[in-house]
């Protein structure tokens, strides 16, 4: 999408703004499932909770990762059509609960289904069995998150070495369970963290195995078991550069599911997020008060980190900003609209991953943008101060 119809828009519509760009949610799309054919791809609805995303991956094939009722209702809202066996299909060939801890209000709703639920622990195996017995389970495994900017192991998943003894426990329990899931961090810029993954879900599958137990869905192909290995999310965006390459992630990952899990009788799913729609999303706000008697100058804009810029404080992303504007650049200071001190998008030492900042001199309603704001970024968004959050613009959707 070229940066003056954008510009375009944005003037047209007002800011803050948040512009969605379709054609690039395609695009992603088509390279994720290209380099990575075995899998099937779940997309994470927290990355962007938009229903029009939902709508458009949802035309493409993808199936959905969702991590609360809510996030599960949207994707759902999209098939009410369906009958009611069909909508069974879809919920468990085309839904994953990812969240290892459920409420049991939210349990009790996804009981009138057959849905496909993570769980790290015996205490969330209980209460499953209690309340949504018809489920089938994934059960989530710690692993090294090393190199990723947002760190998960942290408070998910079960030691690999503790994990054959409650898959036998669940399966003792009356619960079916279909497989292994992990996640290796968000952003994930070390493939060491995927490899090592992988091995310890090897190692799983082979203890489970000398212990006689079955594991693995059975609806697939008629009556044969087939193992789900649920990699999770973290591949890598490029938003300054530096990050682990996508293609030479997708490269190590096909060669370590042949290298380990050669069998037609293995699925491999994956959560994308980020991944799909960070480079879709490019946000425009102005500016408010431009203070050219302070050094450095200070420009204070209507969208900040309490809203669409959310993704400094939630997803440590360091911004680049841009402005339409030509000019000689010099260091400025960047606020957003808020009273608080922390909404501040130049560096700020209260925030690790702020940078300096340089723009050529603006005035007030100046526009600024920055691009790969598609993901992380409305969806944390708040009303804090009375301020609301940037409206969303959705472009190229056929």
């Known amino acids: 999408m070229k940066k003056n119809r954008l510009e375009n828009i944005a003037r047209e519509n007002g800011t803050p703004v948040l512009i969605i760009d379709h054609a690039q949610i395609r695009k992603n799309y088509q390279i994720f499932t290209e380099k990575l054919p075995r899998i099937q791809a779940y997309y994470a609805v927290k990355a962007n909770p938009e229903l029009e995303i ?183 965006v490029k938003y300054n550069g530096y990050e682990q390459s996508f293609e030479d992630l997708a490269n190590i990952l096909n060669r370590e599911f042949e290298r380990l899990f050669p069998s037609e009788e293995i699925n491999i799913l994956a959560e994308p997020g980020r991944f799909l729609v960070a480079k879709a999303g490019t946000a425009f706000t102005k500016v408010i008060l431009a203070k050219h008697s302070t050094t450095p100058v200070c420009y204070h804009i209507d969208d900040g980190t309490y809203h669409t810029f959310s993704n400094i404080i939630f997803d440590h992303v360091t911004i680049k900003l841009n402005t339409t504007k030509k000019g000689k650049k010099e260091e400025c200071h960047v606020f957003g609209p808020t009273c608080d001190g922390l909404d501040t998008l130049s560096k700020n030492p209260d925030i690790h991953n702020t940078s300096r900042i340089f723009l050529p001199r603006l005035t007030e309603g100046d526009l600024i943008y920055a691009k790969n704001m598609g993901a992380y970024t409305n969806g944390s968004a708040t009303y804090f101060n009375g301020y609301p959050p940037a409206e969303v613009l959705h472009i190229n959707m056929n």
């Open 54 to 236: 939902i709508k458009t991956l949802y035309k493409l094939g993808s199936s959905f990762d969702v991590a609360s009722e809510s996030e599960f209702n949207l994707v759902i809202s999209l098939v009410k059509h369906l009958t009611p066996n069909k909508l069974q299909d879809f919920i468990w060939n085309k839904v994953v609960y990812a969240n290892p801890v459920k409420k049991t209000e939210s349990l009790s709703l996804l009981n009138l289904y057959k849905p496909l639920l993570v769980y790290d622990c015996i205490e969330e195996m209980k209460k499953i069995k209690e309340y949504c017995p018809n489920a089938g389970l994934l059960l989530r495994i710690k692993v090294p998150n090393e190199g990723s900017i947002v760190q998960l192991s942290n408070k998910f998943g079960i030691d690999p070495k503790k994990a054959p003894e409650l898959i036998e426990q669940t399966i003792n329990e009356g619960i079916g369970v279909e497989g292994i899931s992990f996640h290796t961090g968000s952003q994930c810029n070390n493939p060491l963290n995927f490899i090592r993954a992988l091995e310890s879900v090897n190692y799983i599958f082979e203890q489970v195995e000398k212990r006689g137990l079955k594991i693995g869905e059975t609806i697939t192909k008629n009556g044969v078991y087939t193992r789900l290995v649920d990699i999770g999310g973290g591949f890598p």
